[in-house]
């Protein structure tokens, strides 16, 4: 079987193969819009061939345009590949040629792809959050307009009560900052309808499969964790019961802790931030929401932040938050909290250990 790395640019496809001897045979390279040539190239090795290739921003089309072509497709993780790298010239060339080297003798560090429903779950509900993400900022830049004019106006500016605060305060506002403001406010208005659609679209799509839904349904009975983010953490986790522990999902999520050891010397540091930002800032939010709504998860974040402040005890409940998720995946179970003999016994073993822990 011929072994193929492939280091994936915006404009550049570069390409080494291996025979089954581990020996160069072929050095190539396309330009990505030639989807029809690459496709044909990839082509001609068939199905006796493994492709691998390092997963970038964009890398989707690719995945797509090689997966019906070839006999194994896999997707790099960046950072395994960087620890094998060495002091080689970094050149595009020597990417693809340690990516096909790698995937020749069974090294190759992989990233995971999710299938079908969820790999489109997925892009909507990243959609969701970018749209989301630009109404804060839209409502942030009228806010700024309204106290360059000394009104601070709503608490939160929805766009039914910043309207009417508008319209009674629009004599205050200069010609220019009250044009700025409309145009603020339509924006407004508009990426609200959007995004009240793509939340039905997202809540429509989940319904369409009961295993899903179940999913869904249970990741809600856990304090903190809404329909939103159920929903994002079945899309940036995929299949959760994968995960062998607790730990392996924390890990894949960025909330364990770095360890730096020499020797007997051991030092645990931030946590990792290795895994799907968006998968940990839904778990941070969830936090909070679970603090303020739940008795047992305040008790726990005020036990945790004597020790390590209010931002690590935040940090420790939205890694609990996840392990609470991966727990009910596994029982199959709704969510509840353990019995306080049980709740005593597990403090007890812990104490010493989760302040460490929940560094960031």
């Not at 005020?302 to 609990?320: F, L, P, Q, V």
Request: glycine residues 4%; hydrophobic residues 40%.
């Amino acid at each position: 079987m011929n072994s193929i790395g492939v280091d994936l640019h915006k404009e550049t496809v570069v390409i080494v193969v291996l025979n089954d001897k581990g020996e160069i045979v072929e050095r190539k390279t396309f330009a990505t819009k030639c989807k029809n040539t690459i496709k044909a190239y990839f082509s001609s090795y068939g199905l006796q061939s493994q492709v691998a290739f390092e997963s970038v921003g964009f890398y989707q089309w690719f995945w797509e345009l090689l997966k019906p072509v070839v006999g194994k497709l896999y997707l790099a993780d960046p950072v395994g590949i960087r620890a094998h790298a060495g002091r080689k010239a970094k050149t595009d060339r020597n990417d693809a040629l340690l990516i096909a080297q790698l995937l020749h003798e069974g090294k190759l560090p992989t990233a995971y792809v999710p299938e079908e429903p969820v790999a489109s779950l997925r892009k909507i509900v990243r959609l969701r959050h970018g749209i989301a993400k630009d109404l804060a900022s839209a409502r942030k830049s009228l806010r700024w307009i309204s106290l360059k004019t000394n009104l601070p106006g709503p608490k939160i500016l929805f766009s039914d009560n910043a309207q009417k605060w508008m319209l009674a305060q629009d004599e205050k506002f200069s010609e220019c900052d009250r044009k700025a403001a409309r145009l603020k406010l339509d924006i407004i208005i508009s990426l609200e309808r959007t995004l009240n659609d793509i939340e039905r679209e997202i809540y429509d799509y989940i319904r369409k499969f009961p295993q899903m839904e179940k999913l869904w349904n249970l990741l809600k009975s856990i304090p903190g964790i809404g329909d939103i983010v159920a929903a994002t953490i079945i899309a940036e986790t995929g299949d959760i019961t994968r995960f062998d522990n607790a730990d392996q999902l924390s890990s894949y999520a960025g909330l364990c802790p770095r360890v730096s050891q020499s020797g007997e010397s051991i030092h645990h540091g931030h946590i990792s931030k290795m895994g799907p930002p968006l998968l940990r800032w839904v778990l941070q939010q969830a936090a909070w929401v679970a603090i303020r709504c739940s008795d047992e998860a305040r008790r726990i974040f005020n036990r945790i932040s004597r020790k390590a402040g209010k931002k690590k005890a935040a940090t420790a409940m939205a890694r609990k938050l996840l392990i609470y998720a991966w727990s009910v995946a596994r029982r199959n179970q709704p969510f509840r909290w353990e019995s306080s003999t049980a709740k005593k016994e597990t403090e007890n073993k812990t104490e010493n250990t989760e302040v460490w822990c929940y560094q960031v």
